[in-house]
């Protein structure tokens, strides 16, 4: 047992509907911007793309199966750093 | 509320933040050495840097009766140039010996480069020979993945490190159970683009339980929010979360994992 199991019963869709459905039209309107601007084949548009599908899960792990989406897959550390950034998305994933 | 600020990058900060903190409860911040937001040219400005953390910025903490502790380390993002780094390894163990410095930190990995890797291990020898706690920085977005698995190995490769003194922190819902498992802490942080909402690091706590966690702000020189932790409180409280599963999270927790350290006292 954690201390959560304490928690009270709490309307989570009251709590977190209008968010979330902000925040989805957001990202509609992400590739909307992004198509009417012929960027669809930027990686990071693709990918996200990609992740998308993963909303469909039926298990209560979507946002973990969407950071996995989104991760370098590799296991063996590279040559030689880039440099400092990353940008939110694996280019090396071979999507197509 | 009371609570303790575990990783907050002050150096970058006005000191209206500092009275910010204070009134918002805080009773302790912590403060790891990280990338200046550009490379250093030399060990120098490491030196005048570990001055700062060690001298300067708590005495600047103290004017609001704030105790600031800090961590000495060279950043992963700074790793990639060996030279630099082994002259910045040299001159740590002074600065590790400073009343309010609690360990080496934050270490970890950037890119996932063979050399930052190699600075990486050198740091957790330094730890093992003198006793230090760790707290680790793991990669950004798409790295951390494959950041993490290293940084475990590459810690447990160590065997005179125990786990329970080590926190990995910057953990997501993808990460999150990997340093877990074996034992160590975990640190999820509060940024508003990257890293965690309150409501995403609230969902971790409700599904992964209140052991071994903490939360933090790592407030720098970019798009942070060094009251990230009691607005996250808030969150939870919302909730219907308990005020003694808040303290547990915000205040007992990391007191425990820094109490290891007999320079953190409250």
Redesign the interface.
């Known amino acids: 047992m954690n201390n959560t199991d304490k928690q009270k019963k709490i309307d989570f869709v009251e709590l977190g509907f209008m968010d979330a459905r902000c925040k989805l039209i957001d990202v509609a309107a992400f590739l909307d911007r992004t198509q009417r601007a012929g960027q669809t084949d930027d990686y990071r548009v693709r990918e996200l793309k990609k992740a998308i599908a993963c909303l469909d899960g039926e298990n209560p792990d979507r946002a973990k199966q969407v950071l996995l989406s989104l991760s370098d897959t590799t296991e063996k550390p590279i040559a030689i750093a880039p440099g400092k950034g990353a940008a939110g998305a694996w280019e090396g994933s071979g999507s197509s | 509320m009371r609570y303790v600020e575990p990783h907050a990058h002050m150096v970058s900060r006005t000191t209206d933040d500092y009275i910010k903190l204070v009134q918002a409860g805080c009773e302790a911040v912590c403060e790891p050495a990280f990338?200046a937001g550009f490379d250093r040219s030399s060990a120098k400005g490491f030196f005048d840097y570990f001055s700062q953390l060690t001298k300067y910025e708590p005495a600047r903490a103290a004017k609001f009766g704030l105790p600031h502790f800090c961590w000495i380390c060279l950043n992963p993002?700074e790793s990639?140039d060996i030279k630099l780094a082994e002259d910045v390894l040299e001159i740590m163990p002074d600065f590790l010996d400073s009343p309010n410095c609690l360990g080496v930190g934050e270490i970890g990995l950037?890119?996932?480069?063979?050399?930052?890797?190699e600075i990486l291990e050198r740091h957790i020898d330094i730890a093992a020979q003198r006793d230090e706690l760790i707290l680790v920085h793991t990669?950004?977005?798409?790295?951390?993945?494959?950041g993490t698995?290293?940084i475990v190995d590459a810690i447990l490769n160590q065997p005179s490190i125990r786990p329970e003194r080590v926190i990995i922190d910057h953990v997501?819902?993808?990460t999150i159970s990997i340093p877990r498992d074996k034992g160590f802490w975990v640190g999820m942080t509060l940024y508003p683009e990257?890293k965690c909402t309150p409501?995403?690091a609230a969902?971790m706590?409700?599904v992964h339980?209140?052991?071994r966690i903490w939360m933090n702000s790592a407030c720098d020189w970019g798009i942070s929010n060094p009251l990230a932790v009691p607005e996250a409180a808030f969150e939870l409280r919302?909730?219907?979360?308990?005020r003694?599963?808040i303290d547990?999270v915000l205040y007992q927790n990391p007191r425990a994992f820094l109490s290891q350290s007999p320079k953190f006292k409250l």
């Open positions: 990338w993002k990639e950037n890119k996932n480069s063979k050399n930052e890797l990669p950004h977005l798409e790295d951390k993945l494959k698995k290293l997501e819902e993808h990257s409501q995403r969902d706590l409700e339980g209140t052991e919302r909730r219907g979360q308990t003694e599963m547990k």
